[in-house]
Each structure stands twice: as C-alpha cells, then as structure tokens.
C-alpha cells in the first residue's frame, strides 16, 4: 500500500527518498518535516557531525500546492559535510579538477560491530568504505523525512506519536508502561535526552560522560508510543500481515537495534498469564476508559501494548526497541587489517558515543511509516478524504457494537 526506497552515502552529496502510494490531498506541513529532521540531530551524546549539518528535505515531485497529488512524492536532503568529502566520495570515474576535501586513505581495517567485515565478504570491495558509508545511519535522515510524511497521514484519522528514551546503559526507569502519552507529549523539545524521569536522566548523562572518557560507547533503549491508533489494523489470517510482525521488522532495520518487544516484552516470559493478558471489562463510570475510545469496553492494564493477535485493539501502541552500543569506539578493539592480513586496531571513522535519543525519533517515523501503511490498508483510498470518510465510517459502526442495549 505504501512503500519508500532511500537513497545516498553518509558523506556522498545528498540523500534521496521516493515514497509511493500517499492518498492525493493530504495537507503537507514542510516546515513539520524539517523539524523531525532536526529532531534527530539532537540528543546528549552526539558527535561532530550534527554541529556541521543543518537537515531540510527538498520535494522534488508528487506535491503541488501543498497537497499530494497521488503521484510518487521525492525528497532530496543535501549533505552539507560532501565539500570536505568530495576529493573521497566523488562519483566520476576521474576525479574532477574542482573537488574539494582530503585525499582518504582505503578503509582496510574492519570495526567490530558494524558492517564493515560482512560487506566486504558479500560485495568484494578492496576499499571497506564503500560499505560503511551506506552502511551509516546517515541514511535514517531520509527514513524521518519519510515517517514525517505518514504521521501527517496518520494525524487525518486522529493517531499521534511520541517517543521516550527508557534506559542508557545500567541507568532507566522502573517501569516504563506506567510512562503515559501525554507525560511524553508533555517534555521539553530540548530535552538531553527525552527521558520522563529527570533523576533518571541525570543517571544515563553520567553513563554517557564515562563512557566518553573511557573512549567508549554507550546504548540504550526506547519506546514509542501511538496514541489514538484506530482498532483493527493488521490482521491475523497471515504471518506476513501481522501488524507487530512488521513493527519488529521495521524496528530491526534501524542500524544497531539489536532487539524489539511489544508492551511488557521479554518480561511476560517470567510471570504466570494471570498478570500478563489485560482484563476485558464493562466500561462503566470510574474505569479505565477514555471518553472517545473507539473500541467501548475497559482494559485496566495495557501489557499487550495495544496489540493482540497481531491486529490493534485500540489501546495505546506500546513498542520498545533496544540499541546496542554504537560500533566506532575512539580506543578501537582488535581487528585485522585486511590488506596486510596482520593483527590491527580498528578503523576510527567519527561518531557519536550515545545515539539512543536520535534512535528514538527514527523509531518514530519507522513506526509511522508501518501504522499509516495499515490505515491506508484498512480503509483504503486514492485519496484522503475518502480514506477519512470511510475512517469515520467504520468508526460509527463499530461504536454502535458496542452500545448497552
């Protein structure tokens, strides 16, 4: 139903996306889109890179006037770093008189952690930085333009996204799913690290700030949250449409995301059913029950994180995804260079020491991206006012199931 492809290196001259299959009509906030950009630039812990680029998509189609047309819609994000990287990264077979940056020795000497040694093997590059550079989460810059996009879809039929980060190293919270959305919602954009508990936070700046002395890196864990997602998307009937199948999937894909859970996670692996499935009761005065809930019953607990079988069940969409330290450490592990075949430490390519924060915004349009493929599933349109109608529909009848006779 909806799909994208990106394109472009860390240090190449742009990156590229053509996202496919967005409803014609849907109001396009632009100046939205720059900022998730910039939102994933911030965070406590980030390297030098952020301080030289300054994000913005450029559209290049299927926009006119504001609105989708229903055509595929192409966002062009310049690197601002390619004129120090040109003398490296130039695409001509010869390398142009008017290039500019430093002449960069081959990558040969693999890090332990990245992709570096597996693309080697697969492509045959002599030279590792053909590998490294799209193997880069740079390229996530072109995914958060993409999920900008289909929280804007998103927003058409009342759902919203938020994110939070839960855990840096041995520091977190206690218990996340007592974190609500609004508590979230309601954090400072300059947050260091968007984290709900402040004493908290306070703990992951010190694991951070060890980890940089030591010369190390540090990762972590957040949840995104969905509010407001309507029930029914997704579907039981098959593997491959399960609706928290393609979440872990879409979670997994972001560089060094090691793991995925759905509501309590990994946890409900230690406590009998009796305290893991959530409670089905009357929604009656006093319960846990939101005024314009669109499924009319009360659910006291959201263990299952707003799936069930694979399908939403109008609960809020909990899903936590875990970061593993980031692969480029300033005092490398052991590693071989490739060429001479003898023992070397790894290559040191500029990083960041804690990534967690900017993880959590590109876990936000990637969750996006999945929920606004499902609605445009589920409710199926050429265009947005017709997807919002039919949204609305289903809305009432469903309402209507659910009223006391």
């Known amino acids: 139903m909806l799909r994208f492809l990106t394109a472009g290196e860390s240090h190449g001259k742009a990156l590229v996306t053509i996202i496919e299959g967005v409803p014609a009509g849907l109001a396009l906030d632009l100046d939205a889109i720059t900022l998730d950009l910039r939102r994933r630039q911030t965070g406590y812990g980030r390297g030098r890179r952020m301080a030289i680029e300054s994000d913005r998509a450029e559209p290049l189609s299927g926009i006119r006037h504001g609105l989708s047309t229903g055509a595929p819609i192409a966002l062009l994000i310049p690197n601002k770093d390619w004129e120090n990287w040109q003398r490296t990264m130039y695409v001509e077979a010869a390398m142009p008189a008017e290039a500019t940056g430093a002449d960069r020795l081959p990558v040969t000497r693999p890090r332990p952690g990245h992709a570096d040694l597996a693309g080697f093997v697969k492509y045959g590059h002599d030279d590792m930085r053909n590998v490294l550079e799209r193997a880069s989460a ?240 589920k409710f199926g349109a050429d265009s947005i006012d017709e997807l919002v109608r039919n949204w609305k529909a289903f809305r009432a009848r469903t309402a209507a199931r659910f009223e006391r006779p």
Request: charged fraction near 20%; proline fraction near 6%; charge should be negative.
């Open 138 to 377: 740079r390229e996530t810059a072109a995914r958060v333009a993409v999920g900008a996009i289909a929280r804007q879809l998103l927003l058409a039929v009342g759902a919203e996204i938020v994110s939070h980060v839960v855990s840096i190293g041995s520091a977190g919270l206690a218990d996340r799913l007592t974190v609500t959305f609004d508590r979230v919602r309601a954090l400072a954009a300059d947050s260091p690290l968007h984290c709900a508990d402040p004493g908290v936070e306070r703990q992951m700046i010190a694991e951070i700030d060890r980890a940089r002395e030591a010369g190390d890196t540090m990762g972590g864990s957040f949840e995104v949250i969905a509010h407001d997602v309507p029930p029914g998307l997704g579907s039981y009937v098959q593997w491959d449409r399960k609706l928290d199948g393609r979440l872990a999937q879409a979670l997994m894909s972001i560089p060094a995301i090691k793991a995925v859970g759905i509501g309590r996670g990994p946890a409900v692996a230690d406590v009998p059913g009796s305290r893991v499935h959530d409670e089905i009761l009357p929604a009656l005065p006093g319960r846990n029950i939101r005024g314009d809930a669109p499924v009319g019953v009360a659910r006291p607990t959201n263990n299952a994180g707003g799936l069930e079988g694979g399908v939403t069940n109008g609960e809020d969409l909990r899903v936590i995804a875990y970061m593993k330290p980031i692969s480029t450490l300033m005092k490398p592990l052991r590693s071989v260079d490739l060429a001479t075949m003898t023992e070397s430490p790894a290559a040191i390519e500029r990083s960041d020491v804690c990534a967690v924060p900017a993880a959590a915004v590109v876990g936000e349009a990637m969750v996006a991206f999945v929920l606004a493929d499902a609605v445009i599933e």
